[in-house]
């Protein structure tokens, strides 16, 4: 019995360091979004507005202002958002600006301009319009405890602070967005999965894509990674047009993503990883899974891993010592100015990053990043064999 008690405590105390983390790195997650009707004729000077395509394997909501629930769809859906940021001088670069009130204000706040469905047949028009001569996608699949606004949020955030002019594209998956369905999410991404690699596979074959790059944070990662390995596998390859993914804070189990890896025929995209040994988020992730490690918090410079992550050729950016306003560790890419102009200068651009590049400390340390936060020192290390 006091082996039971103390196991049982132990458990109490778990769960509720999990409630902590996640509610406190969560806090502002909303399923309304705030749409303005004829907003365009009324943004203010100095507002961008990001056009995205979204594909979904969520339900639809017949509640008004929210479109997509938490539950799954029997079949994936298509919708054209377009998300306005507030001007860079009343704003952080790497935070959202969540509407305060009913009547969200475009100068200070993230709103909806534009929420329409979408067909097949509008898919290569819109991809005309947006993506222009460059011919680039940017493919953003979302994490665990995110609902369809948080998620679009996001990537309007990444995309605009980035700088990239891929066009942006949102995958989101059947997340309720609540701290307590992490077994329900985990399924829901794995449910996802086909629809996922149906979305590469169209975006590869398609003559009008030049290349992809595919990103995914926390969790999402397992749906990328799945569906690019059932890709290769029903292919016989991964398409040469998905040229690089990146995966940031990756929620994955290491010994599962190996073999992943071994499934996938050569040659692989290029794949970054950008890791922190602090993320709270899969510290707690690690231990549901069997105390085994998870990529997005593994050591790099250690045995086995340093000589893994060679073999399969993978960048990694080593995050660890960047401070960020995000208490649980878990969103640093999104939320450092110099690793979103990263993702949006380098990556999506498709240069490598390696030697010099990697070592992001020694350019920004002591720079400003949100409140008060600095890099103390070199964030990076690079594991692709150069």
């Known amino acids: 019995m006091p082996t039971f008690a103390k196991r049982s405590n132990k458990l109490r105390a ?29 943004l203010p000077p100095g507002v961008d507005q990001v056009d995205m395509l979204v594909m979904s394997t969520r339900e639809r909501s017949s509640v008004p202002g929210v479109i997509y629930t938490g539950e799954r769809a029997r079949n994936r859906s298509l919708y054209n958002l377009v998300v306005s940021i507030p001007p860079d001088k009343s704003r952080k670069i790497g935070e959202v600006q969540w509407p305060k009130g009913p009547k969200p204000d475009a100068r200070t706040d993230f709103v909806a ?7 097949a047949a509008d898919v290569d028009k819109w991809f005309l319009n947006v993506a222009g001569k460059k011919r680039k996608l940017f493919v953003f699949v979302h994490g665990f405890n995110n609902t369809f606004v948080s998620a679009a949020y996001r990537l309007a955030q990444i995309t605009h602070d980035s700088g990239t002019e891929a066009a942006p594209v949102l995958f989101t998956w059947p997340s309720r967005g609540r701290v307590l369905d992490y077994v329900y999410d985990k399924e829901s991404a794995t449910y996802s999965r086909d629809a996922l690699e149906y979305l590469l596979t169209r975006a590869a074959t398609n003559p009008n894509v030049s290349d992809i790059t595919v990103m995914a944070h926390s969790m999402g990662n397992w749906t990328m990674v799945e569906a690019l390995r059932q890709m290769s596998i029903r292919q016989g390859r991964i398409f040469p047009k998905i040229k690089n993914v990146i995966m940031a804070a990756p929620d994955l189990d290491v010994e599962v993503f190996r073999s992943q890896l071994l499934q996938m025929s050569e040659p692989r995209p290029r794949i970054t990883i950008f890791l922190s040994r602090d993320d709270k988020a899969l510290a707690l992730s690690r231990w549901l899974g069997g105390d085994i490690d998870r990529v997005g918090s593994l050591d790099p410079d250690k045995e086995p891993y340093r000589s893994k992550l060679k073999e399969f050729n993978i960048v990694v950016i080593n995050l660890t010592q960047l401070k960020v306003g995000d208490t649980t560790n878990h969103t640093k890419f999104a939320e450092s100015p110099e690793i979103v102009r990263l993702i949006g200068n380098r990556l999506i651009e498709g240069q490598e990053i390696a030697g010099s590049d990697l070592k992001l400390g020694e350019r920004i340390s002591g720079a400003s990043v949100g409140a008060a936060a600095r890099l103390g020192r070199s964030a990076s290390a690079a594991f692709n064999g150069t």
Not at 113 to 119: E, L, Q
């Open 113 to 119: 301009t534009k929420a329409n469905d979408m067909n």
């Open 14 to 42: 778990i769960c509720l360091l999990w409630l902590v983390v996640w509610c406190t790195g969560c806090a502002s997650q909303q399923h309304h979004i705030a749409l303005m009707e004829g907003a365009e004729a009324r």
